[in-house]
């Protein structure tokens, strides 16, 4: 327990930029982990132990089984805008303030999202390979021979503000005539500032010549993307997945990577990560990175400083800025 005077206990999960630490030094008592040991869940809650706030990077399971044993946390702050990892019902029932990191990563995370399109349609991975591979003997007219971007017909699944930054991506770089489908409609001024048109989810997969998913993870997203769903799609079509692991059903994608069902696919995230299904591995028509999109120093320190902002907002001042379920955590206390 702190005493009057002491700072409280906070735990950082993960190494992180040495400013981000020491910023949290000036207001906490830190216990990091400058090695970036793994730790499981036992160790995670022995960790937890005394510490009223946990600076969490979005995979570090915060459910109903290891706040039981954290009965001092009051704050989870996630350095990501997405939160999974999060059990937020749970949380709530605990008292337990979530936090997210949204807007800092937008635009590079948009920039990513385009950079595997890119590389998935003009086949800029396995050209490379085979380059690499001393392969390259002459030119011919059809070697490596992609799909066109440009005027293309782009289709988002997840229009949040990643999704709406990609969309004016497509649509004022690449002119590309683009489609989208979300939980709900967006306000028509928001569509005509991306210049999307919403679509049903079978329109969008029958109609685009590339599918984007940039949509968050939640039970009821699992397998968006499954084997009737790419039989929908067009054999010349690609499919990029930056939104999370399991929205695609990755076996079945690999099936249809194999048989041609479709072109190509672009891969930054994956069911059960990061181990990749092994069939993914053996088709040559899909670009795999390890959960890169955010992955610029700007970006993951302003995303970092989000976090911190939280501790310091919720556990000094009392108010965090991005919280997830403050406002079922104050239904709870006056309920
Ligand atoms: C993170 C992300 O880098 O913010 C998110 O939700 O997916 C990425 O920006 C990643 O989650 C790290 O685990």
Same mark, same amino acid.
């Given at each position: 327990m702190p005493t009057q005077n002491s700072k409280p206990a906070v735990l950082l999960t993960r190494a992180i930029f040495p400013e981000i630490v020491e910023r949290l030094r000036a207001h906490f008592e830190v216990e990091s982990n400058p090695d970036d040991a793994s730790w499981d869940a036992a160790e995670l809650a022995r960790r937890l132990q005394g510490k009223s706030g946990v600076f969490t990077t979005g995979v570090e399971r915060m459910d109903a089984a290891l706040l039981a044993q954290c009965p001092m946390l009051k704050i989870c702050a996630n350095m990501t805008v997405g939160y999974n990892n999060f059990d937020l019902d749970a949380m709530t029932a605990a008292g337990v303030l979530g936090t997210n990191a949204p807007d800092v990563l937008t635009e590079t995370t948009a920039d990513f999202g385009f950079a595997l399109l890119l590389a998935t349609a003009r086949r800029i991975s396995e050209s490379e390979r085979f380059l690499r591979a001393g392969r390259w003997q002459r030119w011919s007219y059809d070697m490596f021979s992609g799909a066109e971007v440009h005027g293309t017909t782009l289709g988002i699944i997840g229009m949040g503000r990643i999704g709406q930054a990609i969309a004016r991506r497509g649509a004022m770089g690449f002119g590309m005539q683009v489609v989208y489908h979300n939980r709900s409609r967006l306000d028509a001024a928001v569509e005509a500032r991306c210049q999307a048109r919403y679509v049903g989810k079978e329109e969008l997969l029958r109609s685009a010549d590339h599918v984007m998913l940039v949509l968050p993870y939640s039970s009821g997203v699992h &397998?968006?993307? $499954?084997a009737a769903e790419l039989t929908l799609m067009k054999p010349s079509a690609t499919l990029i997945n %930056? !939104?999370? $692991?399991? %929205? =695609?059903?990755d076996a079945a994608l690999a099936t249809a990577l194999r048989t041609k069902r479709i072109a190509a696919a672009g891969l930054? =995230?994956? /069911?059960? /990560? #990061?181990? =990749? &299904?092994p069939d993914l591995l053996e088709v040559p028509n899909v670009v795999l990175t390890? &959960? %890169? !999109?955010? !992955? @610029?120093p700007g970006t993951r320190r302003a995303m970092a400083d989000v976090a911190v902002d939280n501790l310091i907002g919720y556990? =000094? &001042? $009392?108010? !965090?800025? @991005? #919280?997830?379920n403050s406002a079922a955590l104050e239904a709870l206390r006056h309920g």
């Open positions: &397998h968006t993307i $499954g %930056i !939104a999370r $692991g399991g %929205i =695609v059903d930054d =995230v994956y /069911e059960g /990560e #990061p181990r =990749v &299904h390890p &959960h %890169i !999109a955010s !992955a @610029t556990l =000094v &001042h $009392g108010k !965090a800025v @991005t #919280p997830l």
